[in-house]
């Protein structure tokens, strides 16, 4: 009975979090703390069953719930998870523990309201990959940005009012035209099910808009270039848990969408638009890297990076390459947890200094030698050094998308280059040259952040060395995927 539900014990058990978080008097905040995090801790047990128990051989949806939920509108509670979206379910309950200790020290007003975000950010977050009714799907992807909007409107930075905004209005105008393509496929089909979907077939016109419809949507969040523009300001703004999460999570559920809806549902569609979003990519490759370039904010360095590398995500997926595509699935991963331990890394040292200004450091690696390690460990591997996770989704993309087309590929290398460029004299600037009077006194690391910042560490070897131990739940899952292009 438990194992026939296991996802919805992981999508549901951080309710439990949030009714007891709100009948905690708000003065017991250290209580508030401590029953988030266990909760969290234990959603992300279940997470690691879900893990065990999963089959690698079979290519289908497993674990599989479907219930009866809005019959007026044919909706289900349909849950379900293949090779493609079982890895994201432990990635995004482990983001949103490490969300609790980051913040444990940092976030001093309205702690109670900030810990019940985290808790009902999950549950969308777990939501999103598990859904496979679309109307279920619609629900989750929309719930998710009430309280990363709370998140950042209330515990950001100065300008957050106007980051949340910007935030909140991009993607919720593409959201728009997603839903608008899901509301055209249940008139003419009568159904929200996903899998009933992938079935049907519609005049490659048809198919050209609804792919349109899902694609917008999806590149807003990813955010692929030109739709970029709201990542780097909600992340300057973000306190250190809303950065984390919109790294490690958010833009990748934008390329989780094209992988899961596109491809299969709108297939001719996609082979169709797969030329422009490959130039797309490398574009967003080459700007995302040369406007990290002129970044003087740490964390608006790490924002362009983002773009960057996700155009790496874009590029493997519409490479239909099977290597290609599973490189493009292990890079949203390290991304999200290599891109979410440097958002943490420059938490930490802004709950020191409250600047972010890259000129304000200077030979911090004298003051905070451990601290210096840990960031030299993510440096390297953002820039994809072998035997860090990194290189290796990079290298499976760059190797499947040769094969489609060598000269984007051309153009997509100079963007490892720019990376290894601006990552590399960024830590020159803020690690070595002559010690700030700035730092000189900073204290080491606290418990809490150690506790956030190794576990990253831990997976940037643990896939770098042995990428299989991820791989493996994915090849079926990519194979059939690829079934619908043929």
Wanted: aromatic share 18%.
């Amino acid at each position: 009975m438990f194992k026939a539900h296991l996802l919805s014990w992981i999508l549901w058990f951080p309710l439990l979090g949030i009714i007891l978080v709100w009948f905690v008097p708000r003065d017991k905040v250290r209580l508030i703390k401590w029953i988030t995090f266990l909760a969290l801790l234990f959603d992300l047990v279940l997470s690691c069953v879900l893990l065990k128990d999963f089959n690698f051989a079979e290519s289908g949806f497993q674990f599989v719930e479907k219930a009866n939920w809005i019959e007026l509108i044919n909706a289900k509670y349909f849950l379900g998870v293949d090779g493609i979206s079982v890895l994201f379910v432990p990635l995004s309950v482990l983001v949103s523990v490490l969300c609790v200790l980051i913040s444990w020290d940092s976030i001093k007003y309205r702690v109670k309201e900030f810990y019940l975000c985290l808790l009902f950010t999950n549950i969308a977050m777990v939501g999103v990959f598990c859904a496979l009714d679309l109307f279920l799907f619609y629900v989750f992807w929309e719930a998710m940005l009430i309280p990363l909007y709370l998140i950042i409107g209330i515990w950001g930075g100065p300008r957050r009012i106007y980051a949340t905004l910007k935030f909140f209005l991009y993607t919720f105008f593409g959201s728009i035209f997603m839903f608008v393509a899901i509301l055209y496929l249940f008139i003419k089909t009568g159904t929200f099910d996903y899998l009933e979907l992938s079935r049907h077939s519609f005049p490659i016109e048809v198919e050209k808009l609804l792919f349109l419809g899902f694609a917008f949507a999806f590149a807003v969040k990813i955010p692929m270039w030109p739709v970029h523009t709201w990542l780097p300001d909600a992340h300057t703004e973000a306190p250190t848990a809303g950065s984390v999460i919109l790294a490690g999570i958010l833009i990748k559920i934008g390329a989780y969408g094209l992988l899961r809806f596109c491809l299969p549902l709108f297939p001719h569609a996609s082979l169709y638009f797969s030329k422009l979003i490959l130039i797309l990519s490398v574009i967003a490759i080459i700007y995302g890297g040369l406007a990290c370039l002129a970044q003087e904010d740490l964390k608006r360095l790490i924002a362009y990076s983002s773009v960057s590398h996700m155009g790496f995500v874009t590029l493997g997926i519409f490479s239909f390459n099977p290597v290609a595509i599973k490189g493009a699935i292990l890079q949203m991963i390290n991304h999200g947890i290599v891109t979410g331990a440097l958002f943490m890394c420059v938490g930490i040292i802004y709950d020191r200094t409250k600047t972010r200004q890259i000129s304000y450091y200077g030979g911090l690696a004298s003051t905070m030698p451990f601290y210096a390690a840990l960031f030299m460990i993510f440096t390297l591997a953002s820039i994809g050094l072998p035997g860090t996770n990194g290189f290796v989704g990079e290298f499976m993309i760059l190797l499947g998308t040769f094969l489609k087309c060598k000269a984007i590929v051309f153009f997509a290398a100079l963007g490892v280059i720019i990376g290894a460029a601006y990552m590399l004299w960024l830590y020159q600037r803020v690690f070595f040259q002559n010690v700030s009077e700035n730092v000189k006194n900073l204290p080491g690391l606290k418990f809490n952040e150690i506790a956030a910042v190794l576990p990253m560490v831990f997976f940037v070897f643990l896939i770098g060395l042995y990428p299989k131990v991820v791989l493996a739940f994915m090849d079926t899952s990519v194979k059939a995927l690829l079934l619908y292009l043929k």
